[in-house]
T-cell receptor, first 115, second 112 residues
Framework: AQTVTQSQPEMSVQEAETVTLSCTYD???????LFWYKQPPSRQMILVIR??????QNATENRFSVNFQKAAKSFSLKISDSQLGDAAMYFC????????????FGQGTRLTINP | ETGVTQSPTHLIKTRGQQVTLRCSSQ?????VSWYQQALGQGPQFIFQ???????GRGNFPPRFSGLQFPNYSSELNVNALELDDSALYLC???????????FGPGTRLTVL
């Protein structure tokens, strides 16, 4: 079974600075997807970024980028120019390429933005 | 906006009762997945429906059941509620089995 580990329960960063959230995963599969989701206090899980494992190029969405290291099974999220609205729980998630769209989530990292 | 809504927002039940949670997804979302998120935890996969048939199930007992309807709505039914069923229940819709899943705002269930 696949597992996802987020080793940082909490992180904080000054507004406008850069922060990196860590995620590692365990799988024996070669094809899969990785995601970062954001969950603000409103509870709605919002997709931040998606990475297909067969793509070597790291995904980027505006101020959000990932560092995908397939051999190391590492998938970190970098947030540049942090904004107050970035404060939330961030979840890393894994999904197999085949079969049901079962997302396996990590425990989450609570990100605080200091003004 | 994710195009996925859930009702009710909050619900309080007592142990042993039955509950039905509802999810409505935008047109074209032929997959729906349900997740249980206990306080302070990541969501846990309950099951997925694809074109109105169950397409995968997590480690949840049979008293958790679901339905998906042709109008892109879905239900999660939980029988014989237990205290540990208290959680945030999230549904997620998508177009096809390779698409990204888009989450609704969740239903907070409290079992007393």
């Amino acid at each position: 079974a696949q597992t996802v580990t987020q080793s940082q329960p909490e992180m904080s960063v000054q507004e406008a600075e850069t922060v990196t959230l860590s995620c590692t995963y365990d799988t024996s599969e070669s094809d899969y997807y990785l995601f970062w989701y954001k969950q603000p206090p409103s509870r709605q899980m919002i997709l931040v970024i998606r990475q297909e494992a067969y793509k070597q190029q790291n995904a980027t969405e505006n101020r959000f980028s990932v560092n995908f290291q397939k051999a190391a099974k590492s998938f970190s999220l970098k947030i540049s120019d942090s904004q107050l609205g970035d404060a939330a729980m961030y979840f890393c998630a894994y999904r197999s390429y085949q079969g049901a769209q079962k997302l396996v989530f990590g425990q989450g990292t609570r990100l605080t933005i200091n003004p | 906006e994710t195009g996925v809504t859930q009702s009710p927002t909050h619900l309080i039940k007592t142990r042993g009762q039955q509950v039905t949670l509802r999810c409505s997804s935008q047109s074209g979302h032929n997959t729906v997945s349900w997740y249980q998120q206990a306080l302070g935890q990541g969501p846990q996969f309950i099951f997925q429906y694809y074109r109105e048939e169950e397409n995968g199930r997590g480690n949840f007992p049979p008293r958790f059941s679901g339905l998906q309807f042709p109008n892109y709505s879905s239900e999660l039914n939980v029988n014989a509620l237990e205290l540990d069923d208290s959680a945030l229940y999230l549904c997620a819709g998508g177009q096809g089995l390779k698409d990204t899943q888009y989450f609704g705002p969740g239903t907070r269930l409290t079992v007393l």
